[in-house]
């Protein structure tokens, strides 16, 4: 099967058969130290793998491109994710978009992926949808992946079902341990951690924000009766210092639940994930989730809300809930009895 850099090739050679160049924002290596989906999903391109096509990546989109492509340059410029929560930011877009439509003037040709159906952030939210959709005019071609977002973002976005094709997210490189074995490593290097012996281990991985819906988890596991763990790792995203506080202090009104609220080492992520019994995922609002992706990298079950590219998701380690009450219902069902 082709590799996501494979596929991604296909799809810009049938753009521009001449390709000699393909620019991607944001920085992959800025992006990476948070994040490793541009990395992954680039990685041919960036170890020469892709005959013939040079690969050039930055935040700041520099005019040069626009110079570049007009003195004859073979281009194409691949652009990741798109909101603004703040002046700088709004700034940075209105910058992007003129500089964006010179180069689609000069020949060049833009992909955009959509990773989101707003920013999670939400600030200016009808602002945010206007511009989206005025951004939405400018590429050739929109990278999804999943077919699901298309029937979700096409009529929001107003764009038409031939510009999508689908690139799946890239699987995460897993490194495996037994349950045992990740449970040791695990409790010694954070004794606070208190794990069960007999008890299921519930997971809840990565950055705390809003939009995950991990307060409103804690305090539906805090009403179910029995015995088990919930284990909430990850550092607190910016602009969500109030909601941290927050999650912490209902945290502390039951036993049951460990809050480990700071960067996780990339070494340790592998202790965690193998040690867990099921990952837990409550986002109130998701398109794509790279942590779904990282939990079944590692053969994990997950439970997911039924939304977004989650909707095809399928298999006995798939448990989905379509609200609140249907969550309940699975945390329950999976608790031993007290």
């Not at 180069?103 to 989101?116: D, S």
């Not at 009104?253 to 992520?269: A, C, F, G, K, S």
Request: contains cysteine; proline residues 7%; charged residues 20%.
């Amino acid at each position: 099967m082709a590799t996501a850099a494979e596929q991604l090739s296909e799809e810009y050679r049938r753009l521009n058969p001449a390709l000699e160049k393909v620019y991607v924002i944001p920085d992959i290596a800025r992006v990476s130290a948070q994040n490793s989906y541009l990395f992954l999903l680039y990685r041919e391109f960036l170890e020469g793998s892709i005959p013939g096509v040079l690969l050039e990546s930055f935040s700041f989109l520099h005019p040069r491109i626009v110079w570049r492509r007009l003195r004859g340059e073979q281009s194409l410029l691949h652009h990741h994710w798109f909101e603004f929560h703040n002046l700088r930011t709004f700034l940075n877009v209105l910058w992007k978009l003129f500089w964006l439509s010179l180069y689609r003037l000069a020949g060049g040709k833009i992909v955009w992926t959509i990773h989101n159906r707003q920013p999670h952030q939400g600030n200016h939210p009808a602002l945010n949808r206007r511009l989206r959709r005025l951004w939405a005019r400018l590429p050739h071609k929109v990278h999804l992946h999943c077919p699901s977002a298309g029937r979700i973002v096409g009529p929001e976005l107003g764009i038409a079902a031939e510009k999508f094709f689908v690139v799946a997210h890239p699987p995460y490189p897993a490194r495996l341990l037994s349950r045992e074995e990740a449970r040791r490593q695990l409790q010694s290097a954070y004794p606070e951690i208190g794990l069960p012996e007999s008890a299921p281990l519930l997971m809840m991985f990565g950055y705390i924000a809003r939009y995950k819906g991990i307060l409103a988890t804690v305090e539906l596991f805090r009403q179910l009766e029995g015995r088990g763990c919930l284990l909430i790792a990850g550092p607190v995203k910016w602009g969500n210092t109030e909601y941290g506080a927050a999650l912490r202090q209902s945290a502390t009104e039951d036993p049951r639940i460990v809050l480990i609220d700071r960067y996780i080492p990339e070494n340790q992520v592998p202790l965690f994930l193998n040690s867990a019994d099921y990952l837990v995922f409550n986002y109130e609002d998701i398109l794509n989730s790279g942590g779904v992706v990282l939990a079944q990298s590692y053969r994990k079950p997950v439970i997911v809300p039924d939304m977004g590219c989650l909707q095809e998701l399928s298999g006995e380690d798939v448990h989905k809930f379509s609200d609140q009450a249907g969550l309940r219902r699975i945390l329950q069902g999976l608790l031993s009895p007290a």
